[in-house]
């Protein structure tokens, strides 16, 4: 009965396989092979949802197993003050705004002492650009947070606040993190990718680095030392080509430097935003796409960046839980407070506990383990 229930499963593959047209595709990333932008585009346009899931799947537990991972850790905002005005963003307000908050270093300071009492292990400290806000702010956040806290990871500024920082105060890229990671930082999240593509970036965030300038921060940022994540921003106004030529952009810097720790692509909530205001008809995308990005995501970029995570806060939780069938080795933290996404209409929680992504885990059938910022295991549910 078990046998015939298997043999189906495999006969139902197999004919999709065929009919899809990418079989040759397919047949390509199970031997090991890396695909061209040509079948990258393919697999992404015509892959099916079951054939996309399964080659991830067998792609993700060849290359990570059956571990999943989660981070103990709290983000912080320190300023919504912003002058990049990106159309996709609810979080930002013009400096001059009644709206906009800058919080003093010791109100961050406060909120890593929570975190800490909490067990915390990372801070994920990201803001806005703003103008207002002296070099030394930022050195003294940092500086104080690790003579406060000399146990807690410093993953902070995106690259785009990094190239602001540069074009602001005058200095080089190099000097700013040279001086940042002096100070105390000791990694970057991966925001502010969005889709890395020139023309793109001209429509949805002009005040802001380019694509090009995003990859070059993150390569003198690896090229010192200091590692990264990277983000892709999908599910607005960009085309499938569009992911798929993030990612591989993606890749090749990889390959350069190895300083990316993992990809977290992050689904585009419409609520509040400029953009929304401009095309009222835009609606977040559905459970299918995203499980298909991410599945895609795992094909292109697993062999180079191992961790591809499903981060719950934006996905939900049960979407984040079924995405570990779908290439996801990783479900982010858990976070705190979070403002981006819910400025922008998110409905899911600002905070998981351990317990209960240790549950989700278990429940989807993978080894629990909490890591460290760097992926180093911290504690196992075996
Ligand atoms: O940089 C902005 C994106 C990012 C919206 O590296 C939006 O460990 C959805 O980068 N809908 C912030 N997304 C989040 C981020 C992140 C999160 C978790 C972990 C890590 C990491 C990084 O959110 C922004 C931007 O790319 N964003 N507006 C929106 N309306």
Redesign the pocket.
Known sequence: MLLLRFSKHWMRLLSKLADSGVSTIAERVLAGEELSKREACALMEEGDLYLLGFLADELRRRQVGDLVSFVVNRQINYTNACVAG?K????YRPPRSGEAYTLSVEEVVEKASQAAREGATEL?I?GAHNPELPFEYYESMLRELRRRFPELHL?AF?ATEIAFFSRNFGMSIREVLLRLKEAGLRSM??????ILDEELRRQLCPGKASAREWLRVMRTAHELGIKS?A?M?FGHVESLRHRVEHMLKLRELQKETRGFM?F?P?????EH?PLKRSMPELMRTSAVDVLRTIAVARILLGESFRNI?A?W??LGKKLAQVALHYGANDL?GTVVEER??HA?GAETEQFATREELVALIREAGRVPVQRSTDYRIIQRWD
């Open positions: 990106c996709f963003c609810a979080f994920h990201v993953k995106t999240p991966g925001g502010g990718a969005e994540n983000t921003l993992s977290i992050l689904v585009y909530h419409p935003t995570r981060y806060v934006m982010d981006v996404a922008a």
